[in-house]
């Protein structure tokens, strides 16, 4: 239906010449599909569908070798995580917290402390102090098989 069609219906005109009347007693169920028929009539127009090619992340050296391009993810911030260990505890164990309480960590010591990136476990490593601040000496980076496990 056109809306020129529904202004006339809306005023109490009636549809235009060759279909039904307005009068609902008069309207049948096939006057109805012919309509929608009608409406559906398919457009003329074709869409046009191409192939797109995109160029490979690759550089080119000196030598002519390519190389993989990856200079423009070298700014993303990362999140990274050292975990000397973890607990669980109740709230009311919490709240009896203070000043001089120890946390019992389900780590040993001397065990190597989990290294996150995005909350992704990468490496595991060493405590170690340099400059008089603490950091992490890597002793095992995580295998990609081994991540990919932990991701299912």
């Given at each position: ?35 929608m ?24 050296k000196?030598?002519?070798k ?29 709240l ?17 402390m989990?290294?996150y990136v ?5 490496a ?17 980076i ?7 496990n932990?991701?299912?």
């Open positions: 239906m056109e809306q020129n069609e529904i202004d006339e219906l809306m005023k109490g005109g009636g549809l235009s010449p060759g279909t039904a009347s307005v009068d609902e007693d008069k309207i049948s169920w096939d006057d109805v599909k012919d309509e028929e009608k409406s559906k009539t398919p457009s003329q127009e074709r869409t046009e569908v191409t192939n797109v090619h995109f160029d490979e992340l690759k550089k080119k000196p030598d002519g390519s190389t993989v391009d990856l200079d423009f993810i070298l700014d993303i911030p990362l999140t990274l995580t050292c975990e000397l260990g973890r607990s669980k505890m109740l709230i009311s164990e919490l009896q917290l203070g000043q001089g309480s120890v946390l019992e960590l389900t780590k040993l010591a001397g065990e190597p989990d290294v995005n909350q992704r476990l990468i595991r490593g060493e405590v170690v102090v340099v400059n008089e601040k603490f950091g992490v000496r890597l002793t095992d995580v295998s990609p098989a081994e991540r990919v932990k991701l299912v």
